[in-house]
C-alpha cells in the first residue's frame, strides 16, 4: 500500500441497503476526511477525524456515518442509501501540525444507488 | 461555518495565454489556502498553497496571490499548456482541521 486506498472502486447498490466505504493510509497521518463530490457542487465534507479515536461532521453528515478505532482506516457507512447519496467518495488524510497541510486524496468510489 | 466561492466554472484559454481563477471566503480566521488539480477520472493533487502570512507564492507557471482584507485569492497560471487542461479548486481552511472547498474551474486550454 502507497499512500490512500479506498474500496471498492465503484458499486451499484439498491436503495435501502448498508454499505461501508474503505479508507486505509499507511502515511501515519494524524487526520483523515470524507468528501462527496457531485458536478457542480464540488468537494463536500461529510465527516471528518483529526486523531484516532474522535470524529466530527462536515458540511453534509445526515445519512453517514464514521468511526476511527485506529490511524490508519477510516471507514464511511451508509445505514440505509438513497438516491440522493449517488455520488463519487474520495477520502483524504493530511498531517495536522506538519509545515504542509495538503490532503493526500485516495483514487475515489463510484456509488451508485438504484 | 466557512463558505468558499469560485469563479468562473467554466475557463477556456488559447496556449500560452494566462489563466485565472478567483475565489473568496466568508471566514476570516481562515488561514491556510490550499489548490489542487484534478484531471478528467483522477484524484485531486495539491497544486500550490498559501499561508495567511504571505501575500504571494509562485512555483514556476503557477503563483497564488492572497488579499486578506478583502478576503479572496486567485489562482494564476502562465503560458498555458494543453496538459493544464483540468479542473481546479480553490480551498479555505483554519489550520487544516476541515478544509472547505470551491465548487470548481472547468480549465481547457486549446492548442
Known amino acids: 500500500i502507497a499512500g490512500i486506498t479506498q474500496a471498492p472502486t465503484s458499486q451499484i447498490l439498491a436503495a435501502g441497503r448498508r454499505m461501508t466505504l474503505r479508507c486505509t493510509q499507511d502515511m501515519r497521518h494524524n487526520a483523515m476526511y470524507w468528501y462527496r463530490q457531485d458536478l457542480g457542487l464540488g468537494l463536500r465534507l461529510i465527516h471528518y477525524s483529526n486523531t484516532a479515536g474522535t470524529t466530527g461532521k462536515g458540511e453534509v453528515p445526515d445519512g453517514y456515518s464514521v468511526s476511527r478505532a485506529n490511524t490508519d482506516d477510516f471507514p464511511l457507512t451508509l445505514a440505509s442509501a438513497v438516491p440522493s447519496q449517488t455520488s463519487v467518495y474520495f477520502c483524504a488524510s493530511s498531517d495536522v501540525g506538519q509545515p504542509n497541510y495538503g490532503y493526500t486524496f485516495g483514487s475515489g468510489t463510484r456509488l451508485t444507488v438504484v | 461555518g466557512e463558505n468558499v466561492e469560485q469563479h468562473p466554472s467554466t475557463l477556456s484559454v488559447q496556449e500560452g495565454d494566462s489563466a485565472v481563477i478567483k475565489c473568496t471566503y466568508s471566514?476570516?480566521?481562515?488561514?491556510?489556502f490550499p489548490w489542487y488539480k484534478q484531471e478528467l477520472g483522477k484524484r485531486p493533487q495539491l497544486i500550490i498553497d498559501i499561508r495567511s502570512n504571505v501575500g504571494e507564492k509562485k512555483d514556476q507557471r503557477i503563483a497564488v496571490t492572497l488579499n486578506k482584507t478583502a478576503k479572496h485569492f486567485s489562482l494564476h497560471i502562465t503560458e498555458t499548456q494543453p496538459e493544464d487542461s483540468a479542473v481546479y479548486f480553490c480551498a479555505a481552511s483554519k489550520s487544516s482541521l476541515t478544509v472547505i472547498f470551491g465548487t470548481g474551474t472547468l480549465l481547457a486550454v486549446q492548442p
Open positions: 471566514d476570516s480566521a481562515s488561514n491556510y
